[in-house]
């Protein structure tokens, strides 16, 4: 089981970000995925979570109107749109499966 996070780096507030996760290893699929982020000294803090379908998305109140989840299930592949970013949105992002499965993460930094 094997996933690999992509797409961040350092934008300026406002801006936009991207984020993909490649599965592998498992059936895709079935599974609700989430997408979690730690900023620095802080502890892990759920941000999205999509159904299995990717017709159903929740978002924690931070992020609402401004980052939107989907996949594609046929690529095995989960995104996280980012727009209008703030500095505080800044942090190391995970994908992770509802069966328990955890990417490596990767960095978004929020900053002018």
């Known amino acids: 089981v094997q996933l690999v996070e992509s797409g961040g780096g350092l934008v300026q507030p406002g801006g936009s970000l991207r984020l993909s996760c490649a599965a592998s290893?498992?059936?895709?699929?079935?599974?609700?995925m989430s997408w979690v982020r730690q900023a620095p000294g802080k502890g892990l803090e759920w941000v999205s979570e999509?159904?299995?379908?990717?017709?159903?998305?929740y978002y924690t109140d931070s992020v609402k109107s401004r980052f939107t989840a989907s996949r594609d299930n046929a690529k095995n592949t989960l995104y996280l749109q980012m727009n209008s970013l703030k500095p505080e949105d800044t942090a190391l992002y995970y994908c992770?499966?509802?069966?328990?499965?955890w990417g490596q993460g990767t960095q978004v930094t929020v900053s002018s």
């Open positions: 290893g498992f059936t895709f699929s079935s599974y609700y």
């Open positions: 992770a499966a509802s069966q328990g499965s």
């Open positions: 999509i159904n299995s379908g990717g017709d159903s998305t």
